[in-house]
């Protein structure tokens, strides 16, 4: 089994920044695609940013500019820098990786972005 834990969510004023960190255990033998998603109440949860294992990425339209995904494929963490938050960026922030044909999720970590 693989885990995943997410760090670093919490209360920030709009325009500030925030770093969320997932760090991976567990039965890892090779991680393709690591990235965060999101969900906020009354919603879907929806892609933010994904990183393949070689270093392509993928952001949500909403969030190009202001937020970078960055990994270490060694240490089986990802990160997501968040900058120039804004409120509609409140949401539970999930980690996810796929490894073969299996995928995993963390457990969420809230950001809120309130003044």
């Known amino acids: 089994q693989v885990q995943l834990v997410e760090s670093g969510g919490g209360l920030v004023q709009p325009g500030g920044s925030l770093k969320l960190s997932c760090a991976a255990t567990?039965?890892?033998?090779?991680?393709?695609?690591m990235g965060w998603y999101r969900q906020a109440p009354g919603k879907q949860r929806e892609l933010v940013a994904t990183?393949?294992?070689?270093?392509?990425?993928n952001y949500a339209d909403s969030v190009q500019g202001r937020f970078t995904i960055s990994r270490d494929n060694y240490k089986n963490t990802v990160s997501l820098q968040m900058n120039s938050v804004k409120p509609d960026d409140t949401a539970v922030y999930y980690c996810q990786h796929t490894q073969g044909d299996d995928t995993y999720w963390g457990q969420g970590t809230q950001v809120t972005v309130s003044s």
């Open positions: 567990g039965r890892i033998f090779y991680v393709n695609v």
């Open positions: 990183m393949s294992r070689s270093a392509t990425t």
